[in-house]
């Protein structure tokens, strides 16, 4: 392992287990808040439901032109259907299928979305194929168990309350299948085009699995050095993210983090972003911030236009 390798099982960043004792699994947390990221242990269903849904998306990914062109959001939005990228030379950088919590505006007033953020979803969801369908939102299902679960952990340790952190059902959790296209012939070091540029999510926090080319994705440390994650294949890694940052006050840092483009084979990865209830807010629970009245379904209206 070459410096700057983020060797996930070593006491580098810590490993969360969901079975871990509770004086332990506040340890980790602490040990790891500064880093914005985890790898979590304990959730190996879930991470087998991932490993499923990425090879049904690069089968979609490999497939018929046509489809995925049937495939891409109606109304061109950017998170929903299928989107890809190319480099300058026209080279594909990555194929990408981006779905939403809730299928359309009816759909998310249907489940409990208040009036206020159903503009949310006005650009509704486009499925390649019902068994797609079927099995990412099985996955997400359990991702949505699983974040549920760490919340309810994170909350004990930092001694809140769950309801106060992650304000219950119903979750806005979107969900980004990725396929990243290697890239050869570039030089090696820093100064390559990156498949995907750095920056923190704007979720309570994000799941990530990969498979294929390993060690493509990478946190900044807190002294802006760029770690290279190679999480045991079984596990998930965990992001915390912005609004985790701004409701624990800075506590729990978002994670910095970037892909290098895959060199010899392809990789991919499920991106799956929890969002507690929109009406939650974003304010610090430790009074750091208390002053901020907005509620994550607000900042999201105001960040990406009208919606997810
Ligand atoms: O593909 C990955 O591993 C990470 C992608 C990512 O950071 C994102 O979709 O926000
Ligand atoms: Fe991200």
Redesign the pocket.
């Given at each position: 392992m070459t410096r700057g390798d983020w060797a996930m099982t070593t006491s580098v960043v810590p490993l969360l287990d969901l079975h871990d004792a509770p004086a332990r699994f506040r340890e980790q947390l602490l040990a790891g808040a500064s880093w914005g990221a985890a790898e979590l242990a304990g959730a190996e269903q879930c991470r087998e439901l991932a490993r499923r849904t990425e090879l049904a998306a690069s089968e979609f990914f490999a497939g018929d032109e046509s489809e995925k062109a049937a495939s891409v959001s109606p109304s061109g939005h950017r998170n929903r259907g299928w989107t890809s990228a190319a480099d300058d030379d026209g080279r594909p950088v990555y194929d990408?299928l981006s779905i939403a919590r809730f299928d359309d505006a009816a759909a998310a007033s249907a489940g409990g979305v208040p009036a206020e953020y159903t503009g949310l979803y006005e650009h509704p969801n486009v499925w390649p194929s019902p068994e797609l369908k079927a099995l990412t939102e099985r996955f997400r299902d359990s991702v949505v168990r699983t974040c549920e679960q760490l919340l309810a952990r994170i909350s004990e340790a930092l001694g809140v309350k769950p309801d106060d952190l992650f304000a219950g059902a119903p979750d806005n959790t979107n969900i980004?299948l990725?396929e990243?296209h290697p890239r050869t012939g570039l030089p090696a070091g820093d100064g390559n085009p990156l498949s995907?540029p750095e920056?923190k999510?704007r979720s309570l926090l994000?799941l990530?699995s990969?498979s294929g080319e390993p060690g493509?994705?990478q946190i900044e440390s807190l002294t802006g050095e760029w770690l290279t994650c190679r999480p045991d294949p079984a596990r998930f890694?965990v992001?915390f993210g912005l609004t985790a940052e701004k409701r624990t006050g800075g506590l729990l840092r978002a994670g910095n983090?970037?892909?290098l483009p895959p060199r010899t084979g392809r990789?991919r990865?499920?991106?799956n972003?929890y969002f507690p209830h929109l009406a939650t807010p974003t304010g610090s629970l430790f009074g750091e911030v208390a002053a901020e009245r907005e509620t994550v379904g607000q900042v999201l209206l105001a960040a990406r236009g009208r919606s997810l």
């Amino acid at each position: 392992m070459t410096r700057g390798d983020w060797a996930m099982t070593t006491s580098v960043v810590p490993l969360l287990d969901l079975h871990d004792a509770p004086a332990r699994f506040r340890e980790q947390l602490l040990a790891g808040a500064s880093w914005g990221a985890a790898e979590l242990a304990g959730a190996e269903q879930c991470r087998e439901l991932a490993r499923r849904t990425e090879l049904a998306a690069s089968e979609f990914f490999a497939g018929d032109e046509s489809e995925k062109a049937a495939s891409v959001s109606p109304s061109g939005h950017r998170n929903r259907g299928w989107t890809s990228a190319a480099d300058d030379d026209g080279r594909p950088v990555y194929d990408r299928l981006s779905i939403a919590r809730f299928d359309d505006a009816a759909a998310a007033s249907a489940g409990g979305v208040p009036a206020e953020y159903t503009g949310l979803y006005e650009h509704p969801n486009v499925w390649p194929s019902p068994e797609l369908k079927a099995l990412t939102e099985r996955f997400r299902d359990s991702v949505v168990r699983t974040c549920e679960q760490l919340l309810a952990r994170i909350s004990e340790a930092l001694g809140v309350k769950p309801d106060d952190l992650f304000a219950g059902a119903p979750d806005n959790t979107n969900i980004t299948l990725t396929e990243y296209h290697p890239r050869t012939g570039l030089p090696a070091g820093d100064g390559n085009p990156l498949s995907f540029p750095e920056h923190k999510d704007r979720s309570l926090l994000s799941l990530l699995s990969e498979s294929g080319e390993p060690g493509r994705l990478q946190i900044e440390s807190l002294t802006g050095e760029w770690l290279t994650c190679r999480p045991d294949p079984a596990r998930f890694v965990v992001l915390f993210g912005l609004t985790a940052e701004k409701r624990t006050g800075g506590l729990l840092r978002a994670g910095n983090h970037r892909v290098l483009p895959p060199r010899t084979g392809r990789r991919r990865s499920t991106s799956n972003f929890y969002f507690p209830h929109l009406a939650t807010p974003t304010g610090s629970l430790f009074g750091e911030v208390a002053a901020e009245r907005e509620t994550v379904g607000q900042v999201l209206l105001a960040a990406r236009g009208r919606s997810l």
